[in-house]
């Protein structure tokens, strides 16, 4: 996923561009030079344009693979088509209507199914674009088979295209603003999503019922161009036209959509002699390219302007600012050794207010720890989990002082990763309670627990993946980007400002950990240990009060170990953080831990100061088996 | 009254059937009731329902005759639903071209019978052959290049193999249907419930191939390779299974069987044409998801469950709701219980 | 990146180049739109044969108006947004006078509103549909409607004593529902004792509701549906020893009903449009040149999309002129057309033929399955 950092303006181009081209076409077919036939092409074209965009928001940006497309376009069309032909009601209302109704059917389908996964869930959604027209076939008020006859005539071409246009743009703009980004997150990893403060079922219904009502729309459109509709319009068949043009595009570009539902539209018109075979031909040019480029003919990218590209650059110069970067993939990569040192030495170009006191001596933690608070700011009572018969977790407690950087050790399979995951709410604990400042969270989704200031890395790193760098901070700034779903819409010049602090500041996290050299670099080509900070960034920008890290050394050379101990301590006091970390370099936990927990077989034997454990028999015989006694 | 009575009874059985589900891992131990299992338990159902009719005074010859029926279609339905189980299980891919394989079985055995003059069995052989090595050469083609990729794009390659097979047999075969020669005449009359033959020979060819299937999975060495590759593709590799060869044979078995059901309902329901694969290979899925997906009696139980409630819907409702009973039947199952009736659930790692 | 910017240039450079292209005037454009690829080819390629005869031998005669006729036709592959595309194609790009088609009731639906819009007359050689021809003025048919057809099924029932009947239909096929929805309401008309049973798109068991008509007692079943279906229902109804009197629709009347139901189809009657045992000189003059011209023995289409051809080009010249606006107006005004599938034939003020429904049964005759006329009926 790479997309341009400055998509505000490149989708002005678009709409600049698009506009020129509504002018141009209404010209020709005002003056005849473009008769009703190819007008009435370039109107199907349009209708496919929505439906693939609209496709693309849910299978393409969120990764809900749907098969079952045509139903809700078929929602659509039959709202339209009622309304016309009883109410008479203009166009405009019948496209809003479809909108809605649309809209409430994904809503309704969305819920339950979009708990599934995968082939499950394309499977589920066949089951239900099929259901659609079986209701259809069989109501009376929609007259069954026989269809609607008689909708008001509107296929004047100006008027689809300011629809498409409209519908192209606004999910331009819910992609390219924090609310894509969210999607974006779900589709790359549902479970970090959910982790960010990522609402994953809210999102992924919207989503869903987004893009439902965008078929919907592309529906009345239809039904309005054909002036007659059937249930058999509305097929299985159908879904799949709509899923073929969206993976000939490139899953997860609207450009690609957009192209390439055009041209498939218009392509078979010019190519009647080939009639004959035309449906062989097809499949096959399916095959072919899922062979020979399975991302589709754009990938991920969306076109920008080639020709424009010198006028792009300029104007990115005068206005980028913080944002502009040129978006190419070889980045200097920094030699992993380094790392750390870039760190140290970039530490002065930080913001005014930040000390970054990381060249000290190791072990300089002059710095007083945020002075403990008399009420503790995470207690856990009781907490058990049990999977089936076996316990792996039980009877946890704690209590962490606001501030503590607390360890939490013990040998492999011991349930350290298990309290994590109930602390997080990934897995809900079977007994027990956890209070976090005060405040019972263990019946909370790990969304809710990301928003009261609980944030966390994961052992076996959970980045997205697909995504830069940079993108994957801002992906974390969820919570926090100060404007709304509506703004993202609309995008008052206040957006524009939000958008640029959640960018400035994201950079800022990433220089802290040393990757700003990287922001631009896709996350799965990061060496591991950066890869390990980039997680401590992102868990960072979620804006935490505790900070749950899991193993953030593993895999890093004692070096980097050092240096990222320093940071551990460093981000603690500047961030006023609490930490929790589980870790098994006990060199690292016994100097950087003011207390630690350890656990074995899903109990704690023991807690106190690195010192008091290290003297410990029962953790000694823990680690070091019976024998060592 | 009766009802009453009626509807305790079938709590009863049902309490009874849960009963046994829960401790068929003490029945399964013990050989003596092993092999008694299941035939017990359709025997109660046949039996409580048999009562529960008599109790609400239905017509119970037309009852038994959509089962019957409806078995024989489900035969058809289970066929096809072994070999997605088979290919899901291994390579997580729901081969949507697996109901046009089930068409060229058909035409094979179409044209073996009436061009070549066979009889049944060779024909059954010449249509399990052709599509078996269809099969395999669609996976080499489409799928074996694509088998790191995301599982969409495999999806996709799926849904592409099917258009194209469907369309290259009208090119092929014509969109003229065909009909296939009445080989199996007899008729018989059970309690005035009417036996084809040729359903006789569906439903038992579907059992035998579901046991054999059964054996080969269990008890050879390349079913435990099967087995092995479903688990773990990476470790079955590293213990030195060629992975690539047991993807194969899986596609050849699971096509086989596909070619097999093609015959099949060629002989019951005498028609065949290009188009035919798409509906019953929809349905097919969805009575493995029924089922549980990676089960092979699973695959049969789905592909009986959906071709008896089919007739039934039929034959007491609508055939005009049918097709979204199956639909609607499948969605129930994956939300209420994912892995299938006869699966087991497993729980994502964090 | 390049290689989108490079489809879109293309497009539009295509897009372009056809605009530009030249219209010669010097000949009368009759469009013909029907599916020439998919499932329905077979009709679409019968109503596209039986134009082709009805402008040869016009244009054998000197053609019309002192022009020969050009035929222009489009494969709109019984696809709604297809129909839409290829009706506007040839109205607006190939400056057709007449439109003969679409084929199907779901693409002439479609149509009918644009050549309406565009005041081009249509005429449907095969939909059915009621509604078609009510969109306006420029729409009409030339086969009898559902309304005729099933009612003249019904009372063919009645007239072999049959009380108790039974209709198989298709769900979502408006064709099927439709005569469904006839049958049911007459057979209440006359007092029989009814059932509709259904089956779907692409069923190839229809045990159970064989054996539901079965138990119900149906002596009679009515199946508005095509032959490939009427296949599987007959053997299937055949091989359960359930030999009630089938009466199938037009969508019977073929030769494959013959060769591939057998003896199972034998008995079976069904109401079309023309039979080819009719004595009539024009039947047998049109068979003969249909099986000069083309080699193969028609489809009944084919003689619907005869004389849908030639009644346009009738009118033409009835008109005097190649207005569109004169030649609806000569249209509208047919009296009495000598048409293979019925004569005479005037059409009504909604656009719908006035016209016999023949019916036809199969009989074995030498040893051989046929079929035989029984009677014309005008409903």
């Known amino acids: 996923m790479q ?25 020709l077919v005002a003056t005849d030079a473009l008769d009703w036939y190819y007008a009435g092409v370039l109107s ?26 045509a139903g809700f376009m078929a929602v659509g069309a039959y709202t339209a088509a009622l309304l016309s032909v009883h109410y008479d009601t203009p166009f405009v209302v019948n496209i809003l209507a479809a909108f809605a109704t649309a809209a409430v059917a994904g809503l309704v389908i969305g819920l339950p199914t979009l708990r599934l996964k995968g082939d499950y869930l394309a499977i589920a959604t066949l089951g239900f674009g099929e259901i659609i027209r079986v209701v259809i076939q069989n109501l009376k008020v929609t007259r069954g088979a026989f269809g609607i006859v008689g909708i008001t005539w509107v296929d004047n071409l100006f008027y689809t295209e300011i629809v498409v246009l409209l519908s192209v743009v606004i999910i331009w703009r819910i992609v390219n603003s924090a609310t894509g980004r969210a999607l974006i997150a779900i589709r790359e990893d549902e479970t970090a999503a959910e982790t960010m403060g990522i609402n994953t079922t809210l999102y992924k219904v919207m989503a869903f019922a987004i893009g439902s009502a965008f078929a919907g729309v592309a529906g009345a459109l239809y039904a309005h161009r054909m002036t007659y509709i059937s249930p058999n319009d509305f097929t299985f068949l159908k879904s799949v036209d709509i899923l073929v043009m969206l993976v000939l595009g490139g899953l997860g570009s609207i450009t690609g959509a957009v192209v390439s539902a055009f041209s498939l539209t218009l392509l078979p018109e010019f190519l009647r002699f080939i009639d004959e075979w035309r449906m062989v031909i097809y499949p096959l040019l399916l095959v072919v390219v899922m062979l020979f480029r399975p991302q589709g003919l754009f990938g991920t990218k969306e076109i920008d302007f080639g020709a424009l590209g010198a006028a792009f650059r300029w104007l990115k110069s005068r206005f980028g600012g913080a944002v502009g970067s040129a978006p190419q993939r070889t980045v200097e990569t920094a030699s992993p050794s380094s790392g750390m040192q870039t760190e140290v030495q970039t530490s002065s170009l930080q913001p005014a207010g930040v000390q970054p006191d990381l060249s000290g001596q190791p072990g300089s933690a002059a710095v007083a720890p945020a002075e403990p608070s008399s009420r503790p700011f995470l207690e856990v009572n009781g907490l058990s989990i049990y999977y089936g018969g076996l316990k792996a977790v039980s009877d946890f407690n704690m209590s962490l002082p606001e501030g503590a ?26 007994e027990g309670e956890i209070r976090f400042r005060r405040k019972r969270i263990d019946r909370l989704p790990p969304y809710r627990i990301s928003s009261e200031g609980v944030a966390r890395t994961f052992q076996n790193i959970r980045l997205f993946k697909d995504l830069t760098v940079l993108d994957n901070v801002k992906t974390a700034f969820h919570m926090n980007v100060g404007y709304g779903f509506g703004a993202s819409l609309v995008r008052p010049p206040s957006y524009g400002v939000k958008e640029r602090r959640v960018t400035s500041e994201a950079e800022r996290l990433l220089e802290i950990l040393g990757l700003q050299e990287r922001r631009m670099e896709l996350a799965r080509n990061l060496p591991y240990g950066e890869q390990r900070r980039l997680e401590i960034a992102r868990a960072l920008a979620t804006r935490p009060r505790l900070l749950l890290l899991d193993e953030p050394a593993a895999g890093m050379n004692p070096q980097e170990t050092a240096s990222l101990m320093e940071l551990i301590r460093w981000i603690r006091d500047e961030f006023a953080l609490t930490i929790l970390l589980i870790e098994h370099d006990m060199s690292l936990v016994m100097r950087l831990c003011e207390r630690i927990t350890v656990l074995d077989y899903g109990v704690t034997i023991f807690e106190g100061t690195p010192d008091e454990v290290k003297r410990n028999p029962r953790v000694i015989e823990a680690y070091l088996g019976q024998e060592a006694n | 009254m009766s009802r009453v009575v009626a509807s305790l009874l079938l709590c009863a059985v049902c309490i009874l059937l849960a009963l046994l589900r829960k401790y068929r891992t003490h029945v399964v131990s013990n050989p003596a009731l092993k092999y008694s299992y299941y035939p017990a338990l359709i025997l109660l159902a046949a039996l409580g329902i048999n009562y529960l009719l008599t109790a609400l005074g239905a017509n119970k ?21 072994l070999g997605y189980t088979m290919v899901y299980g291994i390579i997580r891919l729901i081969n949507f071209a697996h109901g046009d394989i089930y068409m060229v079985g058909a035409y094979a055995g179409y044209y073996a019978v009436t061009v070549m003059h066979l009889p049944f069995v060779p024909a059954l052989v010449i249509a399990m052959v052709a599509s078996s090595v269809l099969g395999v050469l669609i996976e080499r083609i489409a799928y074996k290049p694509l088998r790191n990729s995301p599982r969409i794009t495999l999806l996709i390659t799926a849904i592409g193999m099917s258009l194209l097979l469907e369309n290259v047999g009208q090119k092929l075969f014509t969109s003229t249907p065909r009909t296939y020669p009445t080989i199996f005449k007899a008729s018989y009359e059970v309690f005035g419930v009417s036996v084809d033959q040729s359903r006789i020979i569906i439903f038992a060819v579907t059992v035998l191939l579901m046991i054999g299937l059964q054996y080969f999975v269990n008890y050879t060495k390349p079913g435990m390779a099967m087995r092995a590759l479903s688990q773990d593709r990476d470790a079955a590799r590293l213990m030195g299974i060629n992975v690539d060869r047991v993807i194969s044979v899986t596609f050849a078995v699971g096509s086989a069987l596909a070619g097999a059901a093609g015959i099949l309902v060629g002989i019951v329901y005498p028609q065949i044409k290009p188009t035919m694969g798409i509906m019953p290979g929809l349905k097919a899925f969805v009575a493995a998801v029924i089922g549980g997906i990676g089960i092979i009696p699973g695959a049969m139980l789905g592909g009986m469950i959906i071709g008896v409630s089919e007739n039934f819907v039929t034959a007491y409702i609508s055939s005009s709701w049918r097709d979204a009973i199956a639909f609607g039947l499948l969605i129930l199952i994956l939300l209420v219980k994912p892995s299938g009736l006869l699966g087991k659930s497993v729980r994502e790692k964090v | 990146m390049k290689r989108g910017y490079l489809v879109v240039a293309l497009t539009f450079v295509v897009l ?181 049973v259904a089956y779907n798109l692409g069923d190839t068991d229809f045990s159970a509701q064989l054996s539901r008509m079965k138990n119900f007692g149906a002596e009679g079943v009515f199946c508005p549906f095509y032959y490939e279906d009427a296949v599987l229902v007959t053997r299937q109804a055949k091989a359960m020893g359930y030999n009630p009197l089938f009466v199938g629709t037009d969508g019977w009347d073929a030769q494959e009903l013959l060769d591939q139901a057998g003896d199972a189809s034998l008995g079976s009657a069904m109401t079309t449009h023309f ?35 030639r009644l346009m080009i009738e009118a033409i010249g009835r008109a005097g002129s190649d207005d569109p606006k004169a ?46 006329f029984v009677a014309a009926v005008r409903p």
């Open chain 3, 16 to 196: 372009t180049a056809l605009t530009v292209s030249a219209v010669a005037a010097d000949t009368i454009k009759i469009g013909v739109a029907a599916p020439l690829t998919g499932p329905l080819a077979p009709y679409g390629e019968g109503v596209r044969d039986g134009a082709i005869l009805a402008v040869e031998q016009a244009n054998a005669k000197g053609g019309v108006l002192g022009k020969q006729i050009e035929l222009v036709i489009l494969d709109d592959q019984a696809d709604a947004t297809q129909a839409a595309n290829v009706v506007t194609r040839l109205i607006q790009r190939e400056k057709v006078v007449g439109v003969i088609g679409p084929v199907i009731s779901a693409t002439a639906s479609v149509g009918g509103p644009i050549c309406q819009r565009f005041g081009i007359p249509m005429i449907t050689p095969t939909a059915t549909a009621v509604s078609i021809t009510r969109v306006g003025d420029y729409v009409f048919r030339v086969c009898f409607l559902d309304d005729s057809q099933g009612s003249a099924a019904v009372n063919y029932m009645y007239g072999e004593g049959i009380k108790k009947a039974a209709v198989l239909y298709k769900v979502g096929d408006a064709y099927s529902e439709g005569l469904r929805d006839v049958f049911m309401q007459k057979t209440k008309e006359l007092g029989m004792e009814s059932i509709d």
């Open chain 3, 327 to 372: 030649i609806r107006a000569a249209i509208a005004a047919t009296e009495g057309f000598d048409g293979v599938t019925g004569s005479p034939i005037s059409l009504d003020e909604n656009g719908d033929p006035v016209k016999d429904v023949t019916i036809i049964k199969v009989i074995e005759k030498d040893g051989e399955l046929a079929f035989d």
């Open chain 1, 44 to 69: 199907t074209a349009g209708i496919y344009i929505i439906l693939t965009t609209s496709l693309n928001l849910i299978n393409g940006i969120t990764g809900q693979l749907s098969i079952g497309h």
């Open chain 1, 3 to 27: 997309r341009h950092p400055n998509q505000l303006k490149g989708s002005l181009y678009w709409i600049a561009a698009s506009a020129v081209g509504l002018l141009i076409l209404n010209y």
């Open chain 3, 275 to 309: 039979s080819p045992t009719d004595s009539r000189p024009i039947v047998q003059q049109y068979l003969a040149d249909f099986q000069a011209r083309f080699g193969h023995f028609p489809i009944v289409l084919a003689a619907l999309g005869y004389d849908a051809t």
């Open chain 1, 405 to 430: 950087l607390h360890g939490l050790i013990g040998p492999n399979g011991a349930g350290k990763t298990t309290v994590f995951n109930m602390l997080t709410g990934l897995h809900p604990p079977s």
């Open chain 2, 61 to 81: 010859v037309y009852t038994f005759q959509q089962a019957v029926y409806g078995l024989s279609l489900g035969s058809v339905y289970a066929l096809i639903a």
